[in-house]
């Protein structure tokens, strides 16, 4: 696509609720991220796909988040039985994967667990 | 890994100039970019450097120094639309291009 889209743009939850966060990245970018951001702060990294390399899930604040990466395209993200504190606007990425590698943003999905 | 600091917060008048600084550490780097954020938007692009001195955009200029790990953004003739964060990113050479954010830098321009 022309941009990168996220799904869904809000979603409000209940606390211990699962959610699924969907990213689908510009057309031929090889590497996404997914970060987190809290209100007035800055990018939290999460996760990172680079091509067919195994992902960098250094960021990954407790085994209640994953994320997966299909056919080297779509992105989901899944936080499990979602606590309070996981209440963040969550960004995805998407670069070329090859020189100055420019980050491309989505418009983010807004997560509020109640 | 990456520490990288800015300030927190800056003002400044309409018109003039402002520069925002930022320090970074890294065990391997390869590149630095900014990235403006407006209030409740995505950030988007603007600038890199990966090699030393000062790249000129417009009314953005941006200079990187690799031995001091040190970088500024300089914005000209500022705007009130130039109210916003401004994100210092570093990518690392150690791990296929990954980049690690500053917490940015919320810059107010007034009247």
């Known amino acids: 696509g022309a941009g990168v889209s996220q799904s869904p743009s809000n979603k409000v939850t209940e606390k211990g609720k699962d959610v699924e966060l969907r990213c689908d990245p510009i057309?031929?970018?090889?590497?996404l991220y997914w970060y987190r951001q809290s209100l007035g702060q800055g990018l939290e990294f999460l996760i990172y796909f680079q091509g067919n390399s195994a992902p960098d899930k250094s960021g990954l604040p407790s085994d209640r988040f994953s994320a997966e990466r299909t056919g080297g395209s779509v992105s989901t993200l899944t936080i499990q039985r979602t606590q309070q504190e996981d209440s963040a606007v969550y960004l995805c990425a998407s670069s070329p994967g090859t020189g100055a590698n420019v980050l491309t943003f989505g418009a983010g999905s807004r997560l509020t667990v109640l | 890994g990456q520490n990288i600091d800015q300030p927190t917060e800056m003002t400044a008048t309409e018109g003039a100039i402002v520069q925002i600084n930022c320090t970074y550490q890294t065990s391997g780097f390869n590149g630095l970019f900014w990235y403006q954020q407006h209030a409740g938007e995505a950030p988007t692009f603007l600038s890199y450097?990966?090699?030393?001195g000062l790249e000129e955009k417009g009314r953005f200029s941006s200079f990187l120094s690799r031995s001091k790990g040190y970088s500024y953004l300089l914005l000209k003739e500022l705007q009130m639309k130039d109210s916003a964060s401004y994100l210092c990113?570093?990518?690392?050479?150690?791990?296929?291009?990954?980049?690690?954010f500053g917490d940015g830098t919320t810059l107010t321009v007034k009247p």
């Open positions: 450097n990966v090699l030393d």
């Open positions: 057309s031929g970018h090889t590497a």
């Open positions: 990113a570093v990518r690392d050479n150690t791990n296929a291009g990954k980049s690690t």
